[in-house]
């Protein structure tokens, strides 16, 4: 096991503790939404964005509960943004981390309120003292994840997805719409850490142009993925963009022309972090494993 494998492992068994706790049922009012939330958050996924606020916290020295419970946070809008993309109403998909999708287990008006519940429960625990004890950090993170998730980031980005399948992008549109639905989070992953730290400007703003290059290697990775996976390793369906006849990265470039220029979006992500020390290791490492991955 590699060293980066073995810290993607370890963080994911701490991201699911702090995600049990925060879907803990005590108190609930009524079960079925807090199984819908637990059944689509617990057990599955890589964690990759809970990871990068983990990494980026290691570099500012910021204690492991704030950067676990906003990866937490983190990973809870990411849920419920694969829940409602699920939904008949948008990909209409019936697997998803290889089990039934929300809609297809409970019904679809329990996936649309468990995917509610999931982003207002996100806000809920990032603005918590106990993610920070300063709480104009705590506003900071409120703002910042908001902007992320929303019209300005991936909502908006999920909007012109949607709107794509009626007329045909091209390289600089896909650009902005992927850097929109994929990126703002990831975005927020990498800058939560410096924002956490209180990090100085330039720090932050290196792990935001890291950030951006490690979201569009991401999303061509994952159009490579669509047309080279399999159902089995992706534990969801495949082909989706082809059978939509959606323009992507893959349609644009070819396989070969995706494949070289992920590559080198690894290699100028990694070149963003040449300000930080060895304890930024982890991260350049991850640059590698988004566009290597299998799943
Ligand atoms: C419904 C508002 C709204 C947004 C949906 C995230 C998203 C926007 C759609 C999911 C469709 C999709 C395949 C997007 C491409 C990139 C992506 C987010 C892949 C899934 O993320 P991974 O690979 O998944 O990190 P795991 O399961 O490992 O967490």
């Given amino acids: 096991m590699t060293d980066l494998a073995k810290a993607l492992a370890s963080a994911a068994d701490e991201v699911e503790s702090a995600l049990d706790s925060v ?28 990871f990068l606020v983990i990494e980026s916290a290691r570099l500012f020295d910021v204690p492991k509960i704030s950067a676990l419970r906003t990866g937490a946070a983190l990973e809870l809008i990411h849920c419920y943004s694969l829940v409602h993309d699920d939904l008949p109403a948008m990909d209409d998909d019936d697997l998803r981390r290889g ?23 996100a806000f809920e625990v990032v603005s918590d003292p106990a993610t920070h004890p300063d709480a104009d950090i705590r506003a900071a993170l409120v703002l910042a994840l908001a902007r992320a998730a929303g019209v300005r980031g991936m909502v908006g980005g999920q909007m012109i997805d949607l709107e794509a399948e009626t007329k045909t ?35 932050r ?13 991401f999303q061509i990775a994952d159009d490579l993925l669509d047309v080279e996976g399999n159902v089995e390793e992706m534990g969801k369906a495949v082909q989706k963009d082809a059978d939509a006849g959606k323009a992507t990265f893959v349609s644009l470039l070819g396989i070969d022309g995706a494949r070289t220029k992920a590559n080198a979006l690894v290699d100028e992500a990694v070149g963003h972090l040449s300000a930080f020390d060895e304890r930024a290791d982890l991260l350049r490492q991850t640059a590698r494993f988004v566009v290597d991955r299998r799943n």
């Fill in 205 to 217: 703003a290196a792990l935001r142009r890291y950030a951006d290059t490690l979201g569009l290697a």
């Fill in 23 to 50: 879907l803990s049922m005590d108190g609930a009012p009524d079960r079925q939404i807090y199984e819908a939330m637990r059944y689509t958050t617990l057990g599955g996924g890589k964690r990759l964005r809970p």
């Fill in 169 to 203: 992008l091209n390289l600089a549109e896909i650009t902005q719409l992927q850097k929109l639905k994929t990126g703002a989070l990831i975005g927020f992953g990498c800058e939560a850490g410096a924002m956490l730290g209180r990090a100085p400007d330039d720090a």
């Fill in 99 to 121: 089990k039934p999708t929300v809609h297809k287990q409970f019904d679809e008006a329990t996936a649309i309120l468990a995917g509610d519940g999931l982003l207002t429960l």
